[in-house]
């Protein structure tokens, strides 16, 4: 069994400001972590990925996530974020050989002029 | 380059009518899912195809049916909706199911079954 808990329901920042969505996960097999984004009115899009290796990810957009093992956690960051930045965000946690991936309830982020 | 084509975007149903939700796509990919998305809920699995002919249940499977006869199409079958079935249902696909590769989305099917 696996859990993903996106550990903020919204996250406000203003613009140019740094921004971390948090996310943890449990599972009892080695996993592939995922974060996308949903823009409104939208379907979602890979943001970036961990499948093995370095432990920090970088995607699309300037963001990237880093991998913790040891606090089970895959947390999102940006150093500087725009409007456009404005949107769902979804952590996705799969088992290694599952076909059944589990998504975070997604976190708002809001970034103010 | 089309990617992961769902039809229709808006659906209205009265309780107990049927429809049926299409799901296309043109990268031949093995792997294709559908998904509902509720408010605070995420995203959650109502069934999967690992190919053609080949099916399974996912988290949320009850009151849905698929069948997957070729590659490129999986469509999602309600039998009789009910107005717990309203949601924003997503149709993804993958290359080979294990989410070693990038998930494709379609643009989502908004239902209200009043």
């Known amino acids: 069994a696996q859990s993903v808990t996106q550990l903020d329901s919204q996250v406000p920042v203003f613009e140019e400001a740094p921004v971390e969505l948090r996310c943890n996960y449990s599972s009892s097999v080695s996993v592939y972590l995922f974060w996308y984004v949903q823009y409104p009115n939208q379907g979602l899009q890979l943001l970036l990925k961990?499948?093995?290796?370095?432990?920090l990810v970088k995607g699309i957009n300037g963001f990237e996530a880093e991998f913790n093992k040891s606090q089970t956690s895959f947390h999102l960051r940006k150093p500087s974020v725009h409007i456009s930045d404005t949107a769902e965000y979804f952590c996705?946690?799969?088992?290694?050989?599952?076909?059944?991936?589990?998504f975070g309830r997604g976190t708002s982020l809001i970034v103010h002029p | 380059n089309a990617g992961v084509t769902q039809t229709p975007k808006f659906q209205v149903l009265k309780t107990g009518q049927s429809m049926t939700l299409q799901c296309a796509q043109d990268?031949?990919?093995?792997?294709m899912s559908w998904y509902r998305q509720d408010p605070g809920m995420g995203l959650r699995l109502i069934h999967y195809s690992v190919g053609a002919g080949i099916t399974d249940q996912g988290e949320v499977p009850n009151g849905y049916n698929v069948s997957r006869s070729t590659t490129e199409d999986f469509p999602l079958r309600l039998l009789s909706a009910a107005p717990s079935q309203t949601s924003v249902y997503f149709c993804?696909?993958?290359?080979?199911?294990?989410?070693?590769?990038?998930?494709?989305f379609g643009q989502g099917t908004r239902l209200t079954v009043v």
């Open positions: 990268m031949n990919h093995e792997y």
């Open positions: 996705a946690v799969s088992g290694r050989g599952s076909y059944i991936p589990t």
């Open positions: 961990y499948l093995s290796g370095s432990t």
């Open positions: 993804a696909s993958e290359a080979t199911g294990r989410m070693n590769t990038e998930a494709f």
